[in-house]
């Protein structure tokens, strides 16, 4: 019990052992943990929120509730460089602007993995580099518009950035 | 109980079938706007790189595996023996690989412990029941240090069956980790990139 955060007030164990191999399977609470937060998010407001890795959840498992319009929370617990550059500049299209955008993400969780590999750790945040990859995401949409309104620092294409 | 089971039943189906017709209607992932795009290379960047992450961890995990069967073969004696596989079992630790058995999983922070592991620790009471990893032909990272338990009790194998026992158990993982599926991010594309843009986007 002294492993449950504090403010824990409801607890579901749900017994996630194959007893005919003897070994844990998790597939009973995948499969609760998903019916149940499906079940509730059709009753009231809910939200998912997810840190470090997916804690051994399938990856379509988070995509299923952002499918289903579950707002859903991703912590980025790894430092980031700065990010604020403006790749719109010296663009030529969006195609080159895009492909600037995967070098970058390339660039950046390759190194990620050599230095993890360098003190004898592997990545295993994939919480992380998607919240990493997302927020990619909406810098691309920003610099897209700067790239298509022709001047990459103006006020219209500021006014067009979607709201994040 | 039975109640329970179909009331479970009804609900995975009605959210596959919920699941399935946001797919259908929906077309997220499927046009050919320049953030659809984007996100399915970065998708595919994810799964590249996931790969050559595995990639690297199955080399460095039958390296070090194969390091520890060279090192054992100058054992002349089975505390000699003990403190090899002590010093390789905590690299093992170190590198954190792991390979399970059941699932077939490259890796895993946590690691991937089977029930049978633990009730094989808690039967122990000889030398090889002290050391379950060997004896059912896994080798776990923390739990595979060879130890004498009863100072007084008789070992029931020599240093040459040790060796040999272990080096087969090791050349068997060795084996299983060439051998395991890879177990990355294998999903349809439309869902990676719903999930990294789709909540943004709509």
């Known amino acids: 019990m002294g492993d449950f955060p504090m403010g824990t007030t409801h607890v579901i164990l749900v017994s996630s052992v194959n007893e005919e191999s ?19 998010s059709h009753e009231m407001p809910s939200m998912a929120l997810c840190s470090y890795s997916f804690g051994g959840d399938d990856f379509s498992l988070f995509a299923d509730y952002v499918g289903r319009n579950l707002p859903l929370i991703c912590i980025d617990s790894r430092p980031r460089f700065d990010q604020d550059i403006d790749l719109a500049i010296n663009t030529a299209d969006v195609t080159e602007l895009s492909a600037k955008f995967v ?21 295993f945040f994939d919480c992380s580099i998607i919240s990493y990859l997302h927020s990619l995401m909406g ?26 | 109980m039975l109640t329970f089971i179909l009331l479970d039943q009804w609900l995975w189906m009605a959210l596959k079938e919920k699941t399935r017709e946001a797919e259908i209607n929906g077309n997220e992932g499927l ?11 970065l998708v595919e960047l994810m799964q590249m790189l996931y790969r050559a992450q595995d990639a690297k961890r199955r080399e460095m995990a039958i390296s070090v595996l194969e390091n520890f069967l060279e090192e054992s073969k100058a054992c002349t004696t089975i505390d000699e023996f ?3 596989i002590q010093k390789h079992s905590l690299q ?4 954190n690989f792991f390979v399970n058995p059941n699932i ?3 890796g895993g922070s946590r690691g991937e412990w089977p029930l049978a592991l633990l009730n094989d620790l808690t ?31 008789e070992y029931p194998f020599d240093l040459s069956q040790l060796l040999e026992t272990s080096g087969e158990i090791v050349r068997n993982r060795c084996k299983e980790i060439s051998e395991a599926e890879y177990v990355g991010w294998e999903m349809k594309d439309y869902m990676a990139v719903r999930l990294l843009k789709s909540f943004h986007f709509k």
Do not use: C
């Open chain 2, 92 to 95: 093992w630790s170190q590198w």
């Open chain 2, 31 to 41: 046009e050919d706007d320049p953030e659809n795009l984007l996100a399915k290379s």
């Open chain 2, 104 to 106: 077939e999983v490259i």
């Open chain 2, 123 to 153: 039967k122990a009471s000889t030398f090889f029941e002290l050391t379950p990893s060997l004896r059912d032909g896994r080798v776990f990272t923390n739990y595979v240090a060879v130890r004498k338990g009863d100072d007084n009790a």
């Open chain 1, 139 to 164: 810098s691309f949409v920003q610099a897209r518009l700067r790239l298509e309104s022709g001047s990459p620092k103006s006020t219209e294409a500021r006014k067009k950035q979607v709201l994040l």
């Open chain 2, 82 to 84: 003990n403190v090899v």
């Open chain 1, 103 to 123: 070098e970058l993400a390339k660039n950046h969780l390759e190194s990620i993995d050599r230095d993890l590999f360098a003190t004898g750790s592997w990545n």
């Open chain 1, 22 to 40: 003897m070994t844990a399977d998790t597939k009973a609470l995948g499969r609760f943990k998903n019916a149940f937060v499906g079940n509730l």
